[in-house]
Nanobody, 123 residues
């Protein structure tokens, strides 16, 4: 089992950047494929990006592919999401998730979830 805690959200102007972090408990973080999802008010939870256990392989949604970068530091038990060129439509609660399949892009494919961190993009 793993517990996940996201941080790094906040209010940012359009065109700005944020880096989200997801700290994982336990000694098994490196064995999990990890993902980021987001959920805007009134919308379903949406896939953002996923990364392999080693961090070598990643896959991102088309809507963020050229702007967001997923990465991980297994020595620190931490997952990251670097978000650049933010747009108002990126406003959502961002969640990290653990124990999904390779290239898993559906929320119900992941077993463990954090509580989420709010990202608001507004001028």
């Amino acid at each position: 089992q793993v517990q996940l805690v996201e941080s790094g959200g906040g209010l940012v102007q359009p065109g700005g950047s944020l880096r989200l972090s997801c700290a994982a408990s336990g000694r098994t973080f490196s064995t999990y494929r990890m993902g980021w999802f987001r959920q805007a008010p009134g919308k379903e939870r949406e896939f953002v990006a996923t990364i392999s256990q080693s961090g070598i392989t990643s896959y991102s949604a088309d809507s963020v592919k050229d702007r967001f970068t997923i990465s991980r530091d297994n020595a620190k038990n931490t997952l990251y999401l670097q978000m650049n060129s933010l747009k108002p439509e990126d406003t959502a609660v961002y969640y990290c998730a653990a124990d999904g399949p390779l290239y898993g892009s559906t929320w119900n494919q992941y077993k463990y979830w954090g509580q989420g961190t709010q990202v608001t993009v507004s001028s």
